[in-house]
């Protein structure tokens, strides 16, 4: 490109959209915008911005994401979900950008015994997860511009997750129990943001070419499984090794069935994702989900 190219990075307060910021700043001239800056359930605006901004890049982690409330709030779902990724693609396909989009193991039912590849039939058993692939749709029905990136069980040491959930009931409880047969792997914002930035890189560097060959749906995701009591157990075997002061230890975590503690939209009992096309395409090389648990664990008890 004969000038600094512009990305733009929806959804900065979100713990991806922070990761973003950090990523991409050596790639080209940010423009990040909050929710409070575009609201992405009014497409007009989405639109209106665009024509504003010029991007040459769109990178958009911004999403409705409260799977429970998805469930009796179908319409704003569907508008964040579908609707404002559906107008970028327009955009982008357009004034011959690129948007890089963010999906979920929620398009899948989790029934498969194995780990999803990008090609199997996605089956959402909840609003939310059917939003996000009619979004994933959406895009690719507009545009071939795009890389949709399905990632699981997303962390970090910036924002709200389980993680740090799990931190501060352990100190709080001398009693929990958590679900053991809903298997993944937690995967961190910070590992998501970097991904994209590789991609990204590229995507500055070979134009066109990149959009023949690279362009897409790819999972992303650590490598390793794990339940989520699995996850619980580790996250608070960390805090003993560094001597937090906690009312439960990591051996006296229980693990119980999905069925004992009911929600308004079902989770997928399978969550894992096979992540060779990614590393194939992209020359990469992906971390155990461990490693990122262990960083933003470091991060956040530095913090104290």
């Known amino acids: 490109m004969d000038h600094l190219p512009k990305i733009l990075i929806t959804g900065v307060n979100g713990q991806v959209g922070f990761e973003l910021q950090r990523s991409l700043a050596p790639l080209g001239q940010l423009i990040p915008v909050s929710r409070s800056q575009l609201d992405l359930a009014d497409v007009s ?18 999403a409705y994401t409260a799977v429970d409330k998805a469930e009796s709030d179908q319409a704003t779902a569907h508008a ?8 970028m693609a327009q955009w982008v396909k357009d004034n011959n950008a690129l948007i890089v989009h963010y ?37 690719t029905d507009i545009t071939n511009r795009h890389i949709i990136l399905r990632t699981s069980w997303v962390f970090g040491a910036y924002g709200h997750n389980f993680l740090k959930t799990m931190l501060r009931l352990a ?19 910070a590992l998501i943001a970097d991904v994209t930035a590789h991609i990204v890189r590229d995507y500055l ?45 990591a051996t006296d975590v229980k693990g119980i069935p999905s069925s004992d503690y009911p929600t308004p939209a079902k989770r997928p009992a399978n969550s894992r994702l096979n992540t060779e096309k990614l590393k194939t395409v992209f020359d990469l090389q992906l971390p155990k989900w461990q490693d990122g648990v262990s ?7 530095n913090q104290k």
Not at 108 to 137: C, L, M, R, W
């Open 80 to 87: 964040v979900n579908v609707a404002a990724p559906a107008a």
């Open 171 to 189: 100190a709080e409880r001398e009693a929990l129990s958590i679900v053991n047969d809903q298997i993944g792997a937690p995967t961190s914002a």
């Open 103 to 139: 999906s979920t193991d929620y398009v899948f039912d989790g029934e498969k015994t194995q780990a999803y590849i990008e090609e199997d039939g996605v089956n959402p058993q909840s609003v939310y997860g059917a939003t996000k692939q009619q979004g994933e749709a959406a895009i």
């Open 205 to 249: 560097a070979f134009g066109e070419e990149f959009i023949d060959e690279c362009t897409g749906i790819f999972h992303l995701a650590t490598d390793g499984e794990t339940s989520w009591h699995g996850y619980a157990q580790y996250v608070i075997t960390l805090a003993e090794q560094a001597g937090m002061k906690l009312k439960i230890r």
């Open 295 to 301: 960083h933003a664990f470091a991060m956040i008890h």
């Open 45 to 62: 605006a989405v639109t209106a911005l665009l024509d504003k901004l010029q991007p040459d890049v769109i990178v958009n982690p911004a």
